[in-house]
C-alpha cells in the first residue's frame, strides 16, 4: 500500500475555532494520566490488585518487571489498559499470587517499591484477574507549555474550543498512536488482511488488523463530520445508551433526534467486519460508502477470523476544564475507556499530527 493512498487527515468539529499551538509534554510531568476503576478490589482472592504511578516506563515493561521480582509466568501479570511512557501515570495491575495471608499485601508493595523505579499507593486482594478493558476509563491533568501566544489569549482560545465541545462533543477519532507513524500499523495490518504478510505473534497479528480497522472507522467519522451528518442521527443509525450502553436501531430519527441532543444516545460507528451488527437505510449506505473506497473485503475480514463491532460514534468529555498557569494552558478531562486524549487535544491545540504522535497511550478497548 502506497504512502499516497492512505488518507490520515481527520476534520475538527471545531475547524472555525483557532487553536492554541504550542508543545505537549516539555515534561513527563506535563501528562498526568490516572485510571479511573471499573470497581473496587474486594479484600479477598488470589489475585493481588497493585496500584502504581509510573513515570519513564511503558506498562509492558512494569507487567514484565513484576513478573521477573515475584518469578511468575507470562500472563499472571495483567493490567486494564496501556498507559503511556513519557507521562506520569497511575493504574493497576493484578498478579496471580494464589491465596496468600493479609500481611502479603503489605510485604508485596514493600518489595515492589525497594526493588522497582514505582511509587505504591496501594495493594490488595480480588478474586479475578485485571483484563484489557477491565475499567470505566482515564482521568486528565494536561499542560501545554511553550505557547507562541500571549496566555491570556491563548487562554481565550482554549475556552472557546472547549466550550464548544462540550455543547457539541466530538468524533471518536482513533489517535495516530493506534494507527502508528504515518500509519505504518494500518499498513501492516492491510497486508495481513490481503495475505501479503504473515505474523505469528497472535497479539501483535490481532492489533495490527485492529488497526486497519480503526482507520476505516477514522475515515467513517470524517466522511460523517463533513457531509453534515454528525449533529444529527440517520435513519437506520445503529444507536448506543451513554449510561447503560444498551444498542438499537434508529427506526425514525426525527423520533430519536431529541434524545442525541440531550447526549442521552450516540450513534456509532463501524469496526468492519461480518458480525458486525448492521445499519440500515442512509446509515448503511454511508458504511458501505467507506468500505467500497478500501482496498479490501468483508470476506478477507471473515477469513482473518475478524468479526466486527461497533464503537461510540460521538465522545463526550467528562468535566472539562480548563486553566491558565505559569505560563502554560492546563487541561483536565475525564475519558471513557476507548476514547484517545490526542482526540480532545488537537482540537484545542490544532497542531500537526507529528506533533500528537509521541503520545502512546492507548485506553483500552470498549
Not at 480503526?214 to 448506543?240: I, P, Q, T, W
Not at 461480518?274 to 448503511?284: F, L, T
Not at 478531562?333 to 497542531?351: I, Q, S, W
Amino acid at each position: 500500500m502506497l504512502q499516497s493512498e492512505l488518507d490520515l487527515s481527520l476534520p475538527y468539529v471545531t475547524a472555525d475555532l483557532p487553536g492554541i499551538g504550542g508543545v505537549l509534554r516539555a515534561d513527563a510531568e506535563d501528562f498526568v494520566v490516572e485510571e479511573v476503576p471499573l470497581y473496587a478490589a474486594q479484600g479477598e482472592g488470589q489475585h493481588l490488585y497493585v496500584n502504581v504511578t509510573k513515570v519513564g516506563l511503558t506498562t509492558k515493561e512494569v507487567q514484565l518487571a513484576l513478573e521477573r521480582l515475584f518469578s511468575l509466568k507470562k500472563g499472571d501479570v495483567s493490567f486494564a489498559g496501556m498507559k503511556d511512557k513519557r507521562a506520569r501515570t497511575t493504574q493497576t495491575f493484578s498478579l496471580n499470587v494464589g491465596h496468600k495471608p493479609a500481611i502479603f499485601a503489605e510485604t508485596a508493595a514493600a518489595t515492589i517499591a525497594a526493588n522497582l523505579p514505582l511509587t505504591v499507593n496501594w495493594a490488595d486482594f480480588h478474586g479475578n484477574k485485571l483484563k484489557p478493558g477491565h475499567l470505566l476509563g482515564n482521568r486528565f491533568t494536561i499542560r501545554v507549555t511553550e505557547l507562541a501566544l500571549p496566555l491570556v489569549e491563548a487562554y481565550a482560545r482554549a475556552q472557546a474550543v472547549v466550550g464548544r465541545l462540550k455543547t457539541t462533543g466530538l468524533p471518536n477519532y482513533f489517535g495516530m498512536q493506534r494507527l502508528g507513524e504515518g500509519g505504518a500499523n494500518v499498513r501492516q495490518g492491510l497486508a495481513l488482511l490481503q495475505g501479503e504478510s504473515d505474523k505469528r505473534d497472535r497479539w501483535l497479528r490481532r492489533f495490527l488488523i485492529s488497526a486497519y480497522q480503526s482507520y476505516l472507522c477514522n475515515r467513517y467519522l470524517a466522511l460523517r463530520l463533513e457531509m453534515d451528518a454528525f449533529s444529527h442521527l440517520l435513519a437506520g443509525d445503529v444507536a448506543k445508551k451513554y449510561a447503560t450502553g444498551g444498542m438499537f436501531d434508529v427506526l425514525d430519527a426525527a423520533v430519536e433526534q431529541p434524545r442525541y441532543a440531550a447526549q442521552e444516545i450516540s450513534f456509532t460507528a463501524p469496526l468492519y467486519g461480518p458480525r458486525m451488527w448492521q445499519a440500515k437505510e442512509a446509515a448503511a449506505e454511508l458504511e458501505e460508502t467507506v468500505l467500497q473506497q478500501a482496498p479490501v473485503t468483508m470476506e478477507q475480514f471473515s477469513r482473518a477470523h475478524v468479526e466486527g463491532t461497533r464503537r461510540m460514534g460521538r465522545l463526550l468529555v467528562t468535566n472539562l476544564e480548563v486553566e491558565a498557569d505559569a505560563g502554560a494552558v492546563i487541561l483536565r478531562f475525564e475519558l471513557r475507556k476507548g476514547a484517545f486524549a490526542t482526540t480532545v487535544l488537537r482540537e484545542v491545540m490544532k497542531v500537526e499530527a507529528a506533533a500528537l504522535a509521541p503520545i502512546d497511550e492507548d485506553t483500552g478497548d470498549e
